[in-house]
Every structure is written in structure tokens, then in C-alpha cells.
């Protein structure tokens, strides 16, 4: 066996064995992102438990990724396991402000820096419709917490203004938050100024509430 011969043999079975953790990975990545969209979906439901459950399995799935890709660092960074891991920093995002009334930390997420940060991102999106929700159960009130979350993450994101090498797309998230928190702004207060609006209408119509003028002489009357 000539020396090309045995390195090609060896060569071929380190991007077998390279080739067979991507795919293990992509599998498992595709798991994670939907068991997030799931959870997601779920508290919103107001599907607590659920939640909670679909939440430990995607963290579950990152771990078993990161094992997977441990001697293939090159495929680890190559663009797809950042995707599951923004998936899952915002569902643990959207499931702790929601549940919680916290935004949870990093080392909680235990994902990259600059993905957790993405993923706090795309949460707006989903405070949001949580926000919209509220105003159509006639809770607008109860909004004014998560608009003020949502104003807060903006402010965060708007800190990293780095080159796309590093911050890896994060302008274009603080961007469309900030198109987020200024329709959701307009929204809320809106809906906050109707249910102003009609509670001094209800109380303008409760029985004595209205009066006649009084006559010479006469004591106070209502009606």
C-alpha cells in the first residue's frame, strides 16, 4: 500500500465520521427548533406544563449536539447550530417574562452570547402578541409590563453595535424590535386610553350619577 493510499484511507474516514455528526446534528437541530415553536405556542395557550416539558427536551437536544460536534468544531460554527440555539434562548425568553415577569440571565440559557442575545431579540415579536392578546381580553393594563420589557431589550441590543462578524446580524434584530416596541407602543395606548374612556362613560351612567339643575329654594336633588 503506497503512502497516498493510506493517508487517502484515513483522511476519508475522519470526514466520514465528520459528515455523520452534521447529519446527527441538523437532525437534532430541527427537533429543538420545533420543540421551541412548540413551547412557545404553549404559553401563549397558557399551556404552562407543556412548556416547561418541550423546553427541557430542546435543551436536551442542544446538549446532545454539542457532544456530538465536540471533535468538529468547524461544523459546530458552521451557521445551523446557532439557529437552535436562538430557537431556544427565545422560548426560555418568551416563557420566563411571561410566566416569571423575568428575563432570564445567560448563564441560565447556557447558549452563545451573541445567540442569546438574538434570541432576547426575537422575543419582542412574541411579548407583542402577548401584548395584543391581553388588550382582547380587556386586560390592556396588564401590557404595560411587557411593553416595558420589550423597551428595555431594545435599549440592550442597541449597546452591541458591532461589525456583522461579531455581532453576527444582531443591528438588523435591534431594528425590528424597534419597529416592534413603536407599533405595540401605539397599541397599548390606545387601548388604554378606550378602557379610560369607557369607564368614565360607565360611571357617568350609574343611577345618580346624573343630575338636574336645582331650583330656587330647592336642596339638592338627583335624578
Do not use: W
Request: net charge negative; aromatic share 6%.
Amino acid at each position: 500500500m503506497s503512502i497516498l493510499e493510506s493517508l487517502s484511507g484515513r483522511m476519508l474516514a475522519c470526514f466520514d465520521a465528520k459528515d455523520r455528526a452534521r447529519e446527527e446534528a441538523i437532525r437534532l437541530c430541527r427537533e429543538a427548533i420545533r420543540n421551541c415553536s412548540s413551547s412557545i405556542r404553549s404559553v401563549h395557550r397558557g399551556e404552562i406544563a407543556s412548556a416547561e416539558r418541550l423546553n427541557a427536551e430542546a435543551a436536551a437536544g442542544l446538549e446532545k449536539i454539542r457532544l456530538a460536534l465536540a471533535g468538529h468544531q468547524d461544523v459546530r460554527y458552521a451557521g445551523f447550530v446557532d439557529g437552535a440555539e436562538q430557537e431556544y434562548a427565545e422560548a426560555l425568553c418568551v416563557y420566563s417574562i411571561i410566566t416569571c415577569h423575568a428575563v432570564p440571565a445567560p448563564e441560565e440559557v447556557g447558549v452563545e452570547p451573541v445567540n442569546y442575545l438574538a434570541g432576547l431579540g426575537d422575543a419582542t415579536g412574541e411579548l407583542r402578541r402577548h401584548i395584543l392578546d391581553l388588550i382582547r381580553e380587556g386586560r390592556a393594563a396588564e401590557g404595560e409590563f411587557f411593553l416595558e420589557v420589550m423597551e428595555e431589550i431594545y435599549h440592550l441590543l442597541m449597546l452591541f453595535d458591532y461589525p456583522d462578524a461579531i455581532a453576527r446580524g444582531l443591528r438588523r434584530k435591534s431594528d425590528l424590535s424597534r419597529s416592534m416596541l413603536e407599533r405595540t407602543r401605539g397599541d397599548l395606548t390606545s387601548a388604554l386610553e378606550l378602557a379610560r374612556m369607557q369607564e368614565q362613560l360607565s360611571r357617568f351612567q350609574e343611577p345618580g350619577s346624573i343630575k338636574r339643575p336645582l331650583k330656587y329654594g330647592e336642596t339638592e336633588y338627583e335624578v
